[in-house]
């Protein structure tokens, strides 16, 4: 009976030396290459180096070793068809029955700082894709495993003669998986040097962080996935340490995406969002972290309930007292002093995610991508706020304290869904009106729930995501007595609205810059 052969070249080398002894007490001779080989010299395993089977010196510091018929031959004949064993009987090479490679570190490469596009591409690896590419085409007569994980199944399967093709054949998708990712890496990594924005073709690699127990409804099914090669996943939810309660759902990962992404507009003071539903329920800035909580509390305290609420500060034992008065889902922080999980972990269910570096901003290269049926939406994210063009446009002017109150509110609109209006009074929202279909509905529910929540509008400033087409809203905001308003600008009848603040002695500000969110 022909000796059966195991060829063996990795560079995480985690369980190799293991995997290989047990191979070789399986009757199997073990072909080896370069540091694996040594490796498995080391721990008094007998490989045989990839050379002797060649018949040809590994050459170009290693570039090729691999690259050879007697390996590709040896990989690829199919053991069903006798002219393919008559071929490989007649030049004298043997069959490779189980292949276990995996790749140079060309993610960790790229991570080094400094690292230089020569020493980059000095780590992509050649050989070892085509070899396990090779192995898997043909996974009916090879067994090509590219992940340690599942080095002890193969060992039990050949051991009880259960490798049979439905799981060869799920080793094989596991390989072509691993080289579209690895391919998808490389690419995206010249793209990135070249400074192309929005290549032609858009490949992207995204890892399983968890299986949800169902999607935005019960009837779907849904799964959460981080992006594989972010440079900088800090201050991410992808870096989030769960403490407590039940597992994410669905819903909950998409809200708190929309409460991260507010929060970073705040790193200089504590602040405090709420979320509902995709939108703010509460925004405020505190001296500290309870004063900010109880303030985005009292914008909306109906809302708030069953919401989730992200600080950007630690959370201490007072303010976890405060919090585990009401049903909370979430609650993210930086860190949770030790009082504060002790008070939090009666509320068993109740989530606690800690993310290091929370106000950090997005790294440059974050996308903002939406799913369309037949297609993806791509585009920058949206890290500014005003334009260089930004100017009072009426006869009354904002004072100093009120414009501090204009950017809080613009803040907070850019991420409400639109058509938004958002009513602001020190440092904490009053007002939320959201997802209208036209503003002055908006403006209405936001003068409304603040009224509602008992948080007086009078004197408060007004912000809106985009121009007013008509003058409706100005007058509904100077009813209720509103003093100062930001918006973009940009309406053919921008003058029916500056007419309207000047009659009412309202200051408006034009910034230049729409904030839709759709």
Wanted: glycine share 8%; charged share 25%; proline share 4%.
């Amino acid at each position: 009976m022909t000796k059966r052969r195991a060829l063996i070249s990795v560079s995480d080398k985690t369980g190799v030396v293991d995997f290989a002894r047990r191979l070789t007490e399986l009757g199997f001779e073990i072909i080896s290459t370069g540091g694996t080989e040594k490796e498995l010299r080391k721990a008094g395993l007998k490989p045989i180096n990839i050379s002797d089977i060649t018949g040809f010196p590994e050459c170009l510091d290693g570039r090729v070793k691999t690259l050879h018929p007697a390996v590709h031959a040896g990989l690829l004949a199919r053991r069903d068809l006798p002219e393919h064993m008559e071929q490989l009987e007649k030049l004298g090479i043997e069959k490779i029955d189980v292949v276990a490679v995996n790749l140079y570190p060309f993610k960790a490469t790229i991570e080094k700082p400094g690292v230089t596009l020569a020493e980059a591409v000095e780590n992509i690896d050649i050989g070892g894709p085509t070899m396990i590419r090779s192995a898997a085409k043909n996974y009916p007569g090879v067994i090509v495993v590219v992940d340690p994980a599942d080095y002890d199944e193969v060992i039990e399967r050949i051991a009880s003669d259960t490798a049979d093709t439905d799981f060869r054949f799920r080793l094989s998708y596991k390989v072509f998986r691993h080289t579209s990712v690895y391919d998808t890496m490389i690419a995206n990594y010249m793209q990135s040097r070249l400074g192309i924005e929005f290549p032609d073709q858009l490949t992207l690699a995204f890892e399983k962080k968890q299986d949800m127990r169902y999607g935005e409804n019960p009837h779907q099914r849904g799964a959460w996935y981080s992006e594989l090669f972010a440079k900088d996943t800090a201050g991410t939810l992808s870096s989030a340490v769960q403490l407590q309660g039940k597992e994410l759902s669905y819903n909950n990962i998409n809200d708190c995406g929309g409460a991260l992404d507010l929060l970073k507009e705040f790193p200089k003071k504590p602040a405090v969002v709420a979320v509902k539903h995709a939108n703010p329920c509460g925004v405020a800035l505190g001296k500290n972290i309870c004063e900010a909580y109880k303030k985005a509390y009292a914008c909306d305290p109906v809302s708030i309930f069953g919401g989730i609420v992200a600080c950007n500060r630690e959370v201490d034992e007072e303010t976890a007292n405060e919090m585990v008065k009401i049903f909370l889902e979430i609650i993210i922080a930086p860190k949770f002093s030790e009082g504060a999980k002790r008070v939090l972990s009666a509320k068993k269910n109740l989530r606690l995610l800690e993310i290091a570096g929370i106000d950090k901003p997005y790294s440059p290269d974050v996308r903002d991508m939406k799913k369309v049926a037949g297609g993806l939406l791509v585009q920058n994210k949206d890290t500014s706020l005003y334009s260089d063009e930004t100017k009072v446009v009426t006869e009354a002017q904002p004072t100093k304290a009120q414009l501090a109150q204009l950017e809080f509110a613009y803040k907070v609109v850019k991420h409400t869904k639109s058509n938004a209006i958002v009513l602001a009074k020190n440092f904490m929202a009053i007002g939320i009106g959201a997802g209208q279909t036209n503003r002055i509905w908006a403006a209405e529910q936001a003068i409304a729930h603040a009224k509602s929540a008992g948080n007086r509008p009078r004197g408060a400033v007004l912000a809106s995501d985009a121009f007013f087409p008509f003058d409706d809203c100005v007058k509904a905001a100077a009813k209720a007595g509103i003093k100062a308003i930001v918006q973009p600008g940009g309406s053919i009848r921008d003058e029916d609205s500056i007419k309207a603040c000047n009659e009412k002695g309202v200051s408006m500000m034009f910034v230049g810059m729409r904030h839709f969110k759709h």
